[in-house]
């Protein structure tokens, strides 16, 4: 079986790789025989890191550069040809394509429709005129008002031949969008089923233990872009002033992030606190970042991989939401009271909201002990549905070795 990987990995964004680690994770358990092979942002680090051959997404390699003169304008008008051809040619060479998690279905950051979505409107497309299942596993969507970019993620789950998205939400936002859901199942973020280490127990001390805030380079979403750089000031001034006001308290803060991009935000807040109580982690993939938050007594989180890191090792949690995919995933962990906008970055409602998730630790802890188990359970059921639709000749082999 010749199994292909899409998406835009090893590209610096530790959502993507965590979402593609767990899939390779199921494919080598329970397909060893499969051949696996990527198409990708990052093939460099794809192929160096997770041991498979990769290819380049695109054509054009300055094709998430901004284009301002005419011979890179040229060049980014000739790769979305080549690459009709070149993403056929892909397909072509497999029999199934996993696309795995992501939110590739969304625009809640800034996005343009001759990027992604094209591409991967070019992978389901070729996937249906070469008859080579595609496969979107547990991927993010939500309702998008730029027309183009719409119309071609619609017809990109149109045309794949399974979709199951990681949450609700997600599901319904394509149901609103034309797309018909009704096999369509709804499972925890792929994420979930990595490996988790151990929690740290909670701080004993007066003062209170460490505290891990992980922030975003954002700028608001793709409707946001005439407001970008005030939501941006925002952002940074609220959380740098949080930030202080843990310090000024005696607990040590550790900064992360879930993308490259990510670092000049930690660099100023560094720059603004000037204080040794606050440190920045340097995390290569989201295992490192499951370990430093291990370690905390709370975490207070952007990026929703940040989130979900926090969440799988039972840490109580606060979300800087930019999007409706943070609240749902709070809400499924029994922490919807602890969002707060992240437009609209208010340091001392914050600290009034973390005193009150630092006070509700213990019952927290134990709510996230039981979703979390619930949320393993509900993983194996996508693996299993996605064998069966995915390799039924290997499923079917599976269910005659157990039977009695």
Not at 315 to 342: F, I, N, Q, W
Request: with cysteine.
């Amino acid at each position: 079986m010749r199994v292909g990987v899409f998406g835009l990995l090893g590209s610096g964004n530790l959502g993507n790789d965590g979402s593609l680690e767990a899939v390779l994770g199921h494919l080598r358990a329970d397909h060893p025989e499969a051949v696996v092979d990527a198409l990708c942002g990052g093939p460099e680090v794809v192929a160096a890191r997770y041991g498979i051959p990769a290819t380049r997404l695109h054509w054009y390699r300055g094709e998430y550069r901004t284009a301002s003169r005419a011979g890179a304008i040229a060049g980014k008008g000739v790769g979305k040809l080549v690459d009709v051809f070149r993403t056929a040619a892909w397909v072509r060479r497999h029999d199934v394509v996993i696309v795995p998690g992501m939110g590739v279905l969304e625009a809640t950051l800034p996005l343009r429709p001759w990027g992604f979505p094209y591409a991967l409107f070019l992978l389901c497309a070729s996937g249906r005129l070469l008859r080579t299942r595609v496969a979107l596993v547990g991927v993010g969507a939500a309702a998008i008002g730029d027309r183009p970019t719409r119309a071609l993620v619609r017809w990109s789950a149109r045309l794949a031949a399974y979709r199951s998205y990681r949450d609700a939400p997600s599901r319904d936002a394509m149901r609103e969008m034309g797309v018909d859901t009704a096999r369509d199942e709804v499972y925890p973020d792929l994420a979930f089923a990595l490996p988790t280490p151990s929690a740290g127990a909670p701080s004993t001390s007066s003062g209170g233990g460490p505290v891990c805030v992980g922030v975003m380079d954002f700028h608001g979403g793709n409707d946001d872009r005439a407001r970008a750089e005030e939501i941006h000031r925002r952002y940074l001034d609220g959380t740098t002033r949080f930030v202080r006001a843990l310090v000024e308290d005696g607990r040590p803060v550790r900064l992360v992030t879930g993308d490259e991009c990510d670092a000049t935000v930690v660099a100023a807040i560094l720059d603004a606190v000037d204080s040794p109580l606050a440190t920045a982690a340097k995390a290569a993939s989201l295992a490192d970042l499951m370990k430093e938050m291990a370690a905390a007594d709370a975490v207070v989180a952007t990026r929703y991989h940040n989130l979900v890191c926090a969440l799988k090792v039972g840490v109580p949690t606060l979300a800087l939401s930019y999007a409706a995919k943070s609240d749902t995933l709070m809400a499924e962990r029994g922490l919807g009271a602890y969002c707060h906008p992240a437009r609209e970055v208010d340091a001392d409602r914050l600290l009034e909201q973390f005193r009150d998730l630092e006070r509700r630790s213990a019952e927290l802890r134990r709510t996230l002990a039981e979703r979390n188990r619930a949320a393993a359970e509900r993983l194996q059921h996508q693996f299993t549905a996605l064998a069966t639709a995915l390799f039924p000749a290997a499923a079917h082999a599976h269910a005659l070795r157990e039977t009695p």
